[in-house]
């Protein structure tokens, strides 16, 4: 019905403008007043149209409750009853929005935050579908800087038991929650054996030392030899390696053996240079591989410190942190 409502809307208000003789016939004034009301709401409902009203400045907050209540009212500008209506908000500046929020809730809040957010989308199944969209973009895509799990997490398990959707629905959620759970922060890193180039093999579980960097990286990959170029360079990690505290396990998770030992000679040799021997790691879901390269932190229990990231100066600080609260 909202469809057609503003289907009606756009007929009307394409008659009225169109056509100059329909406010000329009045002459009370009325007609044309009426066309410019009826142009508005078409702005309003236009697909793509609709900015997201966001009222958060995070430079103008000077105390916590502020910034608690800031947070918890950053979503009021969005009119969570616009069902099929929805489709008038452009959809990047929802995902602009969105990554924002990602970025300024705190990390112990992120779970009933988000939540609550899938809750309020729930008002009707296009609001629900949009978030879930955005949701997605922002926290799951490979290619997304704020790509975090443990805020996807609590989305993908209120989507789940949402009523709006059936079974069908839910079987993708449910693939990418099962995913999520695996190799979280804070929870032991699933072990695997890995193949060396002389056909040795080895246990993640089974390297001693005190943080063990887990790279999964391809040939080619200009990304991947950014992030070999960051850890090399590293004054921390280069020293802690050469005490034997730090090791890097870099795996090739992929098929092609012929162009891995041809870029071997490009790895470091200090490293554990690896793969996956036949291909257990992606056959099986161990990991989370659909975007390369993917950095873990681990301790020496190894326990997860830092997820699927890409970031080399948050590898450094973590270290840090833990260093000094040996």
Same mark, same amino acid.
């Given at each position: 019905m909202k469809h057609l409502q503003f289907y009606l809307i756009a007929a009307v208000a394409t008659l009225l403008t169109s056509c100059n003789g329909a406010g000329s016939t009045n002459n009370d004034g009325d007609s044309s007043d009426n066309s410019s009301n009826d142009v508005q709401e078409l702005e309003l409902y236009a697909p793509g149209t609709r900015e997201v009203d966001i009222d958060f400045d995070i430079a103008s907050i000077t105390s916590y409750e502020e910034y608690r209540h800031a947070v918890d009212h950053y979503w009021d500008g969005f009119d969570f009853e616009a069902d099929s209506l929805v489709v008038a908000y452009d959809t990047m500046s929802l995902v602009q929005a969105f990554a924002t929020y990602a970025t300024v809730i705190e990390?112990? $809040?992120?779970?009933?935050?988000?939540?609550?957010?899938?809750? $309020?989308?729930?008002?009707?199944?296009?609001?629900?579908?949009?978030?879930?969209?955005?949701?997605?973009?922002?926290?799951?895509?490979?290619?997304?800087?704020?790509?975090?799990?443990?805020?996807?997490?609590?989305?993908?398990?209120?989507l789940i038991e949402s009523p709006l959707l059936d079974e069908y629905d839910k079987v993708v959620p449910a693939y990418d929650l099962n995913i999520a759970l695996k190799n979280r922060i804070g929870h032991i890193a699933t072990d695997f054996v890995y193949t060396l180039a002389n056909g040795r093999t080895g246990r993640l579980h089974d390297i001693r030392a005190d943080y063990v960097i887990l790279l999964f990286s391809n040939p080619g990959c200009p990304m991947c030899r950014g992030i070999i170029d960051e850890l090399t360079a590293s004054p921390l990690i280069s020293e802690l390696s050469e005490l034997g505290r730090v090791e890097v396990l870099n795996v090739y998770p992929d098929t092609d053996l012929n162009a891995w030992r041809d870029y071997l000679s490009e790895l470091p040799t200090e490293w554990i240079n690896s793969y996956d021997q036949g291909t257990i790691l992606t056959n099986e879901h161990l990991y989370n591989l659909s975007a390369i390269p993917s950095l873990y932190l681990l301790d020496s229990t190894k326990r997860v410190l830092v997820k699927d990231g890409t970031d080399v100066a948050m590898i450094e600080n973590i270290i840090a942190i833990s260093e000094a609260n040996r």
């Amino acid at each position: 019905m909202k469809h057609l409502q503003f289907y009606l809307i756009a007929a009307v208000a394409t008659l009225l403008t169109s056509c100059n003789g329909a406010g000329s016939t009045n002459n009370d004034g009325d007609s044309s007043d009426n066309s410019s009301n009826d142009v508005q709401e078409l702005e309003l409902y236009a697909p793509g149209t609709r900015e997201v009203d966001i009222d958060f400045d995070i430079a103008s907050i000077t105390s916590y409750e502020e910034y608690r209540h800031a947070v918890d009212h950053y979503w009021d500008g969005f009119d969570f009853e616009a069902d099929s209506l929805v489709v008038a908000y452009d959809t990047m500046s929802l995902v602009q929005a969105f990554a924002t929020y990602a970025t300024v809730i705190e990390p112990n $809040r992120a779970d009933s935050l988000m939540r609550a957010l899938i809750h $309020r989308a729930e008002r009707s199944r296009p609001v629900l579908d949009l978030f879930s969209h955005v949701a997605e973009t922002v926290l799951h895509d490979p290619n997304s800087p704020l790509r975090n799990d443990e805020y996807y997490i609590p989305i993908l398990e209120t989507l789940i038991e949402s009523p709006l959707l059936d079974e069908y629905d839910k079987v993708v959620p449910a693939y990418d929650l099962n995913i999520a759970l695996k190799n979280r922060i804070g929870h032991i890193a699933t072990d695997f054996v890995y193949t060396l180039a002389n056909g040795r093999t080895g246990r993640l579980h089974d390297i001693r030392a005190d943080y063990v960097i887990l790279l999964f990286s391809n040939p080619g990959c200009p990304m991947c030899r950014g992030i070999i170029d960051e850890l090399t360079a590293s004054p921390l990690i280069s020293e802690l390696s050469e005490l034997g505290r730090v090791e890097v396990l870099n795996v090739y998770p992929d098929t092609d053996l012929n162009a891995w030992r041809d870029y071997l000679s490009e790895l470091p040799t200090e490293w554990i240079n690896s793969y996956d021997q036949g291909t257990i790691l992606t056959n099986e879901h161990l990991y989370n591989l659909s975007a390369i390269p993917s950095l873990y932190l681990l301790d020496s229990t190894k326990r997860v410190l830092v997820k699927d990231g890409t970031d080399v100066a948050m590898i450094e600080n973590i270290i840090a942190i833990s260093e000094a609260n040996r």
